[in-house]
Nanobody, 124 residues
Framework: QVQLVESGGGLVQAGGSLRLSCAAS????????MGWFRQAPGKEREFVAV????????YYADSVKGRFTISRDNAKNTVYLQMSSLKPEDTAIYYC?????????????????WGQGTQVTVSS
């Protein structure tokens, strides 16, 4: 089992940047595929980015491709989401999630563990 704690959210102007972090407990962090998802008010939770266990494969939602970068440091049990050129439509609660087994997935139902979320608000 793994516990996840996100940090780094906040209020930023459009065009600005934020870096989200997700710290994981336990000694088996490197065995999990890690993903970032977000949920805006009145909308379903949506996929943002995913990274495989070794960190050499990454996939992004079309809406964030070229602006967001997911990375992980297995020695620090942490996954990051660097967000640049932020837009008001990026406003949401951002969640990190851990998935057992090695296959990457963009479906939130495939993830086994979730953090509590961190609010990102982008003002126009």
């Amino acid at each position: 089992q793994v516990q996840l704690v996100e940090s780094g959210g906040g209020l930023v102007q459009a065009g600005g940047s934020l870096r989200l972090s997700c710290a994981a407990s336990g000694r088996t962090f490197s065995s999990y595929v890690m993903g970032w998802f977000r949920q805006a008010p009145g909308k379903e939770r949506e996929f943002v980015a995913v990274i495989n266990r070794s960190g050499d494969r990454r996939y992004y939602a079309d809406s964030v491709k070229g602006r967001f970068t997911i990375s992980r440091d297995n020695a620090k049990n942490t996954v990051y989401l660097q967000m640049s050129s932020l837009k008001p439509e990026d406003t949401a609660i951002y969640y990190c999630a851990a998935k057992e087994f090695y296959t990457v997935s963009t479906e939130f139902r495939d993830y086994n563990y979730w953090g509590q979320g961190t609010q990102v608000t982008v003002s126009s």
